[in-house]
């Protein structure tokens, strides 16, 4: 059964045009408390509705005794695009898009409509200092934008 978007009416959907699109990145961000990464994600040339944001930290999580780190949603976001800021301060991960060791990521409120072409930002901060096994100045963290793109109408055979 195909999820229909809020975006989109009976109408609109053509099984054929709208197909699931994702974009992803992976940011640095310093181990100290406050350190800083900046990430930006372009999308293709092509509308996009978007639907989720995703993030997770890379790397061997689930032995945070061993590797010191811990997926845990403990680093601010400030998450914009060209002409607006989606929030007015930075608000950590898991306040943001939900605690995702608790269930399924949150959806955005309302799905976001891009024509194509926009560059996604994102200013994560550290909430906390890491220690690292072994010693490393900066964790990875990586984002993933979820949404359905217009791929067009589909192209007879020749």
């Known amino acids: 059964m195909v999820e229909q978007q809020r975006l989109?009416?009976?109408n609109d959907?053509?099984?054929?045009r709208?197909?699931?699109m994702?974009?992803?990145?992976?940011?640095e961000v310093p181990v100290s408390d406050g350190g800083l990464g900046r990430l930006s994600i372009t999308t293709?040339?092509?509308?996009?509705?978007?639907?989720h944001i995703t993030h997770?930290?890379?790397g061997c999580v689930e032995d945070p005794e061993g590797t010191g780190l811990y997926d845990d949603g403990q680093y601010y976001i400030l998450w914009r695009d060209e002409m607006r800021s989606f929030s007015k301060d930075p608000i950590l991960a898991s306040l943001m898009f939900g605690p995702k060791r608790q269930g399924?990521?949150?959806?955005l409120p309302y799905a976001i409509y891009y024509a194509g072409n926009h560059t996604i930002s994102f200013d994560v901060t550290n909430a906390y200092t890491r220690v690292l096994t072994p010693v490393s100045p900066t964790f990875k963290i990586q984002?993933?934008?979820k949404g359905l793109s217009d791929w067009g109408k589909v192209q007879p055979q020749q």
Do not use: C, H, R
């Open 143 to 145: 984002f993933a934008l």
């Open 13 to 16: 959907l053509d099984p054929e």
């Open 56 to 58: 997770g930290i890379v």
């Open 44 to 51: 293709n040339n092509q509308p996009f509705i978007f639907t």
């Open 104 to 107: 399924d990521w949150q959806k």
């Open 18 to 20: 709208w197909k699931p």
């Open 8 to 10: 989109l009416s009976e």
């Open 22 to 27: 994702m974009y992803s990145g992976i940011v």
